[in-house]
């Protein structure tokens, strides 16, 4: 099964985190962190602030490693490396997602989170208790 090698970031802000809902693709629908797949020599620092330079436009820092997911789908095998964060610059502009919602740390449960993402809920519950 190919492997797919993403970083996702938990962007914090006011007390609350910010979820994605993804517009596209076989997970349609679906709730998530933004970020996307590392390139070749990339490390998940580098991909995450990246990908969300491109994906909302702001720049992300305060990096702190979170955890780093495996989760098997049907099709393909996702190691998901997740960075709680802050925006250091700049507004989001939505480029890529059907909707975006800043949930409090007590309503994380309140959209239907894709499956590996589920496990960073977990894991970030962790932390936050």
């Known amino acids: ?3 797919i090698k993403v970083a996702a970031a938990i962007i914090q802000k006011d007390g609350k985190i910010l ?3 993804r517009g596209y693709g076989e997970f349609k629908d679906g709730w998530e962190f933004p970020g996307g797949k590392l390139e070749p ?3 998940g620092e580098q991909a995450i602030v990246r990908e969300i ?3 909302l436009e702001v720049t992300i820092g305060d990096l702190d490693y979170l955890c780093t ?4 789908y049907d099709t393909f095998h996702l190691s998901m490396q997740c ?3 802050t925006i250091v610059s700049g507004e989001i502009v939505e ?3 059907e909707d975006m919602r800043w949930l409090s740390t007590d309503n994380l449960w309140s959209v239907d989170w894709l499956p590996a993402d589920v496990k960073v809920i977990k894991e970030l519950e962790k932390k936050l208790a």
């Open 19 to 21: 979820s994605c809902q």
């Open 41 to 43: 020599g990339e490390t």
């Open 95 to 97: 480029l890529e997602h």
């Open 69 to 72: 997911v495996e989760c098997d």
């Open 83 to 85: 960075y709680l964060c």
């Open 1 to 3: 099964m190919k492997t």
């Open 53 to 55: 330079q491109e994906e």
